[in-house]
């Protein structure tokens, strides 16, 4: 199935040079950023106190975020806890904490919501949250491991640089994002991460697969138009899938409310670069690294010898 058809090879690599040289140029932004600023943990990772309340009715969490943040407590995050009754509120680490911290907000939340009640409080501690930033970054990291095993496997070594590159790009630039504009980093955003990593290689993958293909059907051409023969022809579908999946995340962006927030602007932020990394920065060093027709074909010919 394709979403439109063009008939002449569009020629990519002719401004591999000037794609990357973007891509780099929003790389060290991120990276000064990640530097200067950091990531605005919370506290899923530095720690804090988890409060649950049940209320009469149903209570939007939207309301009671307001109320707290009209109170100083402008990092709370306030959801839904099983019911729409319930409602769960995470605070940081404060000099104030545990359970005289869960009195002080049942009593401002009691006096607009008469009726409501503690249900449980919990303190979560700094070290519990640095060991899920250590496993969460040993996730990243297996992740990342894994995929240089199965395209070293599956492509020519070339190919499997060129995709570390495009994906270490991508992670990069998406957490550049949240530490330039300090947005909030919680676990749900290192899930959309982890799925814009598979999402990106899924990508990049696609066309790969067909520059290998063109390798061995094409009989004349640089490296270069074998190159830009692939990603013309796999564009339709990399443009068909890439926009039903944004509508979907931007759906989830813009009416998602606060706490779908962070998890759908790394999905969003993360399918553009995946998007470009795959095509515009993984193929350009495939073709830097030397990339032959003999490579590939070779390589085929020696797996096919008894």
Do not use: C
């Amino acid at each position: 199935m394709e979403f439109f058809r063009i008939k002449r090879d569009l020629p990519f690599m002719r401004y591999a040079r000037t794609t990357v040289f973007v891509s780099l140029v929003f790389f060290a932004v991120a990276v000064a950023a990640l530097i200067a600023r950091g990531l605005n943990l919370n506290v899923d990772f530095t720690g804090g106190t988890v409060i649950e309340l049940q209320f009469k009715a149903a209570t939007p969490p939207s309301a009671i975020r307001r109320l707290l943040m009209a109170h100083h407590y402008h990092h709370a995050r306030v959801e839904n806890y099983g019911t729409a009754s319930k409602v769960l509120i995470r605070l940081p680490t404060r000099a104030t904490k545990g359970k005289a911290l869960a009195v002080r907000v049942l009593r401002l939340v009691s006096a607009r919501y008469p009726g409501a009640s503690l249900r449980s409080v919990e303190y979560v501690g700094p070290e519990v949250g640095s060991e899920l930033a250590d496993q969460g970054a040993l996730a990243l990291l297996f992740v990342a491991l894994g995929i240089t095993i199965y395209l070293t496997l599956r492509f020519e070594w070339r190919f499997a640089v060129g995709a570390i590159v495009a994906t270490i790009h991508d992670v990069v630039i998406v957490l550049g994002v949240f530490a330039l504009f300090h947005i909030s980093f919680s676990l749900t955003v290192l899930a959309a991460i982890l799925a814009v990593l598979g999402y990106s290689v899924n990508d990049t993958v696609v066309v790969f697969d067909r520059i290998r293909e063109n390798f061995r059907r094409m009989r004349t051409g640089t490296t270069a138009e074998v190159i830009d023969s692939a990603i013309t022809r796999t564009l339709s579908r990399t443009v068909m899938t890439h926009l039903l999946t944004q509508m979907m995340v931007l759906s989830m962006l813009f009416l998602g409310g606060p706490v779908l927030f962070g998890f759908a602007l790394a999905m969003t932020v993360g399918i553009v670069v995946g998007t470009y990394g795959s095509v515009l920065v993984a193929s350009p060093i495939v073709m830097w690294l030397g990339l032959k027709r003999e490579d590939l074909v070779a390589r085929k010919a020696a797996a096919e010898r008894p």
